[in-house]
């Protein structure tokens, strides 16, 4: 959540640059797809996406939408293996400095 600062700040960027405004809603709603599990306007939300400043985002998924399907439904998540990656690179880096 945004500060009232920074939302102000948001709002002004966004109504200079209408087309900034549409990529955030576009990615909001493929946030709402994976978080609900529901690929079913996948098709629908890449073409439009194609057609906006996240089209080359939206031309990796085209290229392989049926895994983007897989990775929307599937219960499977690589979560907390990435999570335990950062923190190892993160000890490996403190190691590093010392």
Known sequence: MLAKAETIQVAAIEAGVPNLAEAREMITQ???MIGRKAEAGLTRWIERARASLIA???HGGTNDEAAVR???TSPWSNGQTEGRI???KL???KLQEQ
């Open 91 to 93: 000890f490996r880096r």
């Open 70 to 72: 897989a990775a929307i």
């Open 56 to 58: 080359s985002f939206a």
């Open 86 to 88: 950062t923190r190892l």
């Open 30 to 32: 493929l946030h709402v």
